[in-house]
């Protein structure tokens, strides 16, 4: 069955600090990985693609890493902001033709001052 | 270049009743995708459409949800006969023409029902 599973579940931590979201998955056959920030009340905005072959992407504070033998991601956030408050969602797409996509439940972030 | 519209941003039916949601993608994009996001819960994919095909409809109900992408006009998520358990945020997303996978989809606001 394919899954995506996410760690930890929530997550608080202060302003200014870095922390890491972790994605486990068993999608297969795997075409690519993506990393989203929701807001809450709002639709998911993307942050980082990665196929196969890419092990790390980053977007300015945001780093994502895919080990694709082991088949884990993670996103490390740097030097937190209140605005990172957010649910992250890791999602993995099938390698076919049409999709869908498979949505990690997310981890929900709090930053706080 | 406008983003994915839905409207509306939020809707209340009675059980029972229709709820119609409509998704314009962006500019440019011929493909759409329905999600649906129950409170605490993950987005779960509903169905991919295609310019007046529908191409995968694999996670919609087969009864009482309905979806079309007309020639002219918005997507149209549909869902008769309204049922508390229909309670959810619904998102759509646009991609350009291509090899669906491989694009960036791009979400809307979502529309959030509430059945009563």
């Known amino acids: 069955k394919n899954q995506v599973e996410q760690s930890p579940q929530s997550l608080i931590i202060l302003e200014g600090k870095n922390c890491t979201l972790q994605c486990n998955y068993t999608v297969s056959p795997f075409s690519n990985l993506r990393w989203y920030k929701q807001d809450t009340g709002r639709g998911p905005v993307s942050l980082t693609i990665?196929?196969?072959?890419?092990n790390t992407k980053s977007n300015g504070r945001y780093t994502a890493t895919l080990d694709a033998d082991t088949k884990q991601s993670s996103l490390h956030i740097t030097a937190s902001q209140l605005s990172d408050s957010a649910s992250y969602i890791c999602v993995v797409t099938l390698n076919s033709g049409n999709t869908p996509l498979v949505f990690g439940k997310g981890t929900r972030l709090s930053v706080i001052a | 270049n406008a983003g994915v519209m839905q409207n509306p941003r939020h809707l209340v039916r009675r059980r029972g009743q229709e709820a119609r949601l409509r998704c314009s993608p962006m500019k440019g994009h011929s493909h759409v995708y329905w999600y649906r996001q129950l409170p605490e819960e993950g987005l779960k994919f509903m169905v991919y459409l295609q310019k007046e095909n529908i191409i995968d409809e694999s996670g919609m109900p087969k009864e009482r949800f309905s979806a079309e992408f007309p020639k002219e006009g918005p997507s149209i998520l549909r869902i008769q006969q309204v049922v508390r358990g229909d309670s959810a945020a619904y998102f759509c997303?646009?991609?350009?023409?291509?090899?669906?996978?491989?694009?960036?989809?791009?979400f809307g606001p979502g529309t959030r029902l509430t059945v009563t």
């Open positions: 997303a646009s991609s350009p023409p291509g090899l669906a996978g491989s694009y960036e989809q791009y």
């Open positions: 990665m196929t196969f072959s890419e």
